[in-house]
């Protein structure tokens, strides 16, 4: 029973802009606790792409953007390549769960 | 390089046990806070416990009661003991360091996963 809310598939041709949006709630993303996404290939475990809402860590691709308003994060991929097909995962932090809590996941397909 | 490896994933039939352990190389485990996480096939992720630096714990409902988090400081370990598996628990089971602070959390590294599979 995930808390945050991903829209289960996406696409775009290679080189387009996709963008994935997680939508939470007043007591995680709305309470203002930072966003971060993870990518995750078939048999891997998840590597995070972006954390504290819109930073990317050394060796994540520029094409890789985040941000947050209100009770919702939007990640985006500009520039679409083949090896961004992938899984993505939001997560964030609920005060009144006490824990922190992920999306429902999005795959990402490059057409 | 800092990383984790878990093991003593395996095929356990329902209501029976299993404990994973996870070794951290190049950090301490026990400075940190450390999470599993587990992933059912098909499905999303979903946080199972945690425990503080201070050696409490935290669990999801779905497994309070069953699931027990430890840590072995002499070994630099973190383990996962399940009791009382049912086929709902069927999952790859990451553990991850998980960072805490004012604005939040993320986890980061993840070990490759172990699979624990109930049935019978």
């Known amino acids: 029973q995930s808390v945050l809310t991903q829209p289960p598939s996406a696409s775009g041709a290679p080189g387009q802009r996709v963008t994935i949006s997680c939508s939470g709630s007043?007591?995680?993303?709305?309470?203002?606790?930072?966003v971060h996404w993870y990518q995750q290939f078939p048999g891997t475990a998840p590597k995070f792409v972006i954390y504290?809402?819109?930073n990317r860590p050394s060796g994540v691709p520029d094409r890789f953007s985040g941000s947050k308003s209100g009770s919702s994060a939007s990640l985006a991929i500009t520039g679409l390549q083949a090896e961004d097909e992938a899984d993505y995962y939001c997560q964030s932090y609920d005060s009144s769960l006490s824990r922190s809590v992920f999306g429902t996941g999005t795959k990402v397909t490059v057409l | 390089e800092v990383q984790l490896v878990e093991s003593g994933g395996g095929l356990v039939q329902p209501g029976g046990s299993l404990r994973l352990s996870c070794a951290a190389s190049?950090?301490?485990?026990?400075?940190?806070?450390m999470s599993w996480v587990r992933q059912a096939p098909g499905k999303g992720l979903e946080w199972v416990s945690v425990i503080y630096r201070d050696g409490s714990s935290d669990y999801a409902d779905s497994v309070k009661g069953r699931f027990t988090i430890s840590r072995d400081n002499s070994k630099n370990t973190l383990y996962l003991q399940m009791n009382s598996l049912t086929t709902e628990d069927t999952a790859m089971y990451y553990c991850?360091?998980?960072?805490?602070?004012?604005?939040?959390?993320?986890?980061?590294?993840w070990g490759q996963g172990t699979l624990v599979t109930v049935s019978s």
């Open positions: 991850a360091r998980e960072y805490r602070y004012d604005s939040g959390s993320w986890f980061d590294p």
């Open positions: 504290g809402n819109n």
């Open positions: 190049e950090f301490t485990v026990s400075s940190n806070y």
């Open positions: 007043s007591s995680n993303i709305g309470a203002g606790y930072d």
